[in-house]
């Protein structure tokens, strides 16, 4: 009796290195393709915004700032299916296998719950609460660090936003206080 031995399956990045010889990888195009859409839809929301006074405008108008910016970002995701070319198709796959660390899911959620109140506790303090915050979650323990990071950097931003770009934040329950 011959000795039959069972075939192996292919891995899929041997059925797509076999198969896939095209210009662009499938899964980065499809993300370029979500990206470009929500981009175009975002735009589209902007053409909507009310125009500003020609004294608000001193080199582009305020209305511009998002929509260059989702230009910008579209410009960029024109990168992303022929990403497989810079890396390298092997460093993508392990990347791709790789989980999400919970580190970065507790981030995101701490960054979402904070913002959910920014309407109530206002810019600064909104400020202040991240500074606060993300460092103890990724691990920094000395609050002798955090407590003037945490203080300092949003005054200086809300400083220069007030003072010298006279952009005013929403003051929240600061409003109320003073």
Same mark, same amino acid.
């Given at each position: 009796?011959?000795?039959?031995?069972? %075939?192996?399956?292919?891995?899929?990045?041997?059925?797509?290195?076999?198969?896939?010889?095209?210009?662009?990888?499938?899964?980065?195009?499809?993300?370029?393709?979500?990206?470009?859409?929500?981009?175009?839809?975002?735009?589209?929301?902007?053409?909507?915004?009310?125009?500003?006074?020609? &004294?608000?405008?001193?080199?582009?108008?305020? %209305?511009?700032?998002? &929509?260059?910016?989702?230009?910008?970002?579209?410009?960029?995701?024109?990168?992303?299916?022929?990403?497989?070319?810079?890396?390298?198709?092997? $460093?993508?796959?392990?990347?791709?296998?790789?989980?999400?660390?919970?580190?970065?899911?507790?981030?995101?959620?701490?960054?979402?719950?904070?913002?959910?109140?920014?309407?109530?506790?206002?810019?600064?303090?909104?400020?202040?609460?991240?500074?606060?915050?993300?460092?103890?979650?990724?691990?920094?323990?000395?609050?002798?660090?955090?407590?003037?990071?945490?203080? $300092?950097?949003?005054?200086?931003?809300?400083?220069?936003?007030?003072?010298?770009?006279?952009?005013?934040?929403?003051?929240?329950?600061?409003?109320?206080?003073?």
């Amino acid at each position: 009796m011959k000795n039959v031995t069972p %075939e192996r399956s292919e891995t899929r990045e041997e059925r797509d290195t076999k198969t896939s010889s095209s210009l662009v990888d499938r899964t980065d195009l499809i993300l370029a393709i979500i990206i470009f859409a929500v981009c175009g839809f975002l735009y589209f929301v902007t053409t909507r915004f009310e125009k500003a006074s020609e &004294q608000m405008s001193q080199n582009i108008p305020p %209305e511009w700032f998002p &929509q260059l910016l989702l230009v910008f970002i579209m410009i960029l995701t024109l990168i992303v299916p022929f990403e497989h070319f810079f890396k390298g198709k092997e $460093v993508l796959a392990k990347d791709r296998q790789a989980r999400v660390k919970p580190i970065s899911i507790a981030t995101a959620a701490l960054l979402c719950a904070i913002l959910l109140l920014m309407p109530w506790l206002g810019t600064f303090l909104t400020m202040v609460f991240i500074c606060f915050l993300l460092p103890i979650l990724w691990g920094e323990r000395r609050l002798t660090i955090i407590l003037p990071f945490a203080i $300092v950097f949003p005054g200086i931003v809300t400083l220069l936003f007030t003072k010298v770009l006279r952009v005013y934040f929403e003051a929240g329950i600061w409003s109320s206080i003073f």
